[in-house]
Antibody
Framework: QVTLKESGPGILQPSQALSLTCTFS??????????VSWIRQPSGKGLEWLAT???????YYNPSLKSRLTVSKDTSNNQAFLKITSMDSADTATYYC?????????WGQGVMVTVSS | DIQMTQSPASLSASLEEIVTITCQAS??????LAWYQQKPGKSPQLLIY???SLADGVPSRFSGSRSGTQYSLKISRLQVEDIGSYYC?????????FGSGTKLEIK
């Protein structure tokens, strides 16, 4: 059974960097074809793909945010990470990690992140 | 970027009614399309992948179809548990993009 759970600070100030952790079970991110993706959703709004990291450490970023995003993984501890620099109120959203084979097959419960002074 | 134009934005339908949601891709994406359901306060869940394949555990009243660059999600007999929002997503090329969503309510 695949499960994922996001964790993060909850609230941070403008210009700070956001660091999120996705802790998963039921698969290994060192297995061929496995991927973990990050998606966000502002309250009451739609979904936006942010980044994906592959089993072989290939990384893909949304060009609209690429300069601010860094995705990484720790396969021995079944974790993936997302860092976003220079956070702004427009980045206030629920952030999800998802297990991907070809699509976003399983999602975590999400973590709400608020950017406020 | 590939744009996914989803319609309608909201939909109110009666129980047992047939419901159809559509997504128009701005360019050819083949069958690289998924549909997700998001129930209120929950994470999205994969319903349909490869445009027409039902994800594990999804009731057979859900189905997906394709005509050129237009994709449809059909609920054959609407049930109470189907309320929520629905999103299409193209997986043809990066950046991966979603439709703007359809909010489905019971009339």
């Amino acid at each position: 059974q695949v499960t994922l759970k996001e964790s993060g600070p909850g609230i941070l100030q403008p210009s700070q960097a956001l660091s999120l952790t996705c802790t998963f079970s039921g698969f290994s991110l060192s297995t061929y074809g496995m991927r973990v993706s990050w998606i966000r959703q502002p309250s009451g709004k739609g979904l936006e793909w942010l980044a994906t990291i592959d089993w072989d450490d290939d990384k893909y970023y949304n060009p609209s945010l690429k300069s601010r995003l860094t995705v990484s993984k720790d396969t021995s501890n079944n974790q993936a990470f997302l860092k976003i620099t220079s956070m702004d109120s427009a980045d206030t959203a629920t952030y999800y990690c998802a297990w991907s084979l070809g699509y976003f097959d399983y999602w975590g419960q999400g973590v709400m992140v608020t950017v406020s002074s | 970027d590939i744009q996914m134009t989803q319609s309608p934005a909201s939909l109110s339908a009666s129980l047992e009614e047939i419901v159809t949601i559509t997504c128009q891709a701005s360019q050819d994406i083949g069958n690289w399309l998924a549909w997700y359901q998001q129930k209120p306060g929950k994470s999205p869940q994969l319903l349909i992948y490869d445009a027409t394949s039902l994800a594990d555990g999804v009731p057979s009243r859900f189905s997906g179809s394709r005509s050129g660059t237009q994709y449809s999600l059909k609920i054959s007999r609407l049930q109470v548990e189907d309320i929520g929002s629905y999103y299409c997503q193209q997986a043809h090329s990066n950046p991966l993009t979603f439709g703007s969503g359809t909010k489905l309510e019971i009339k």
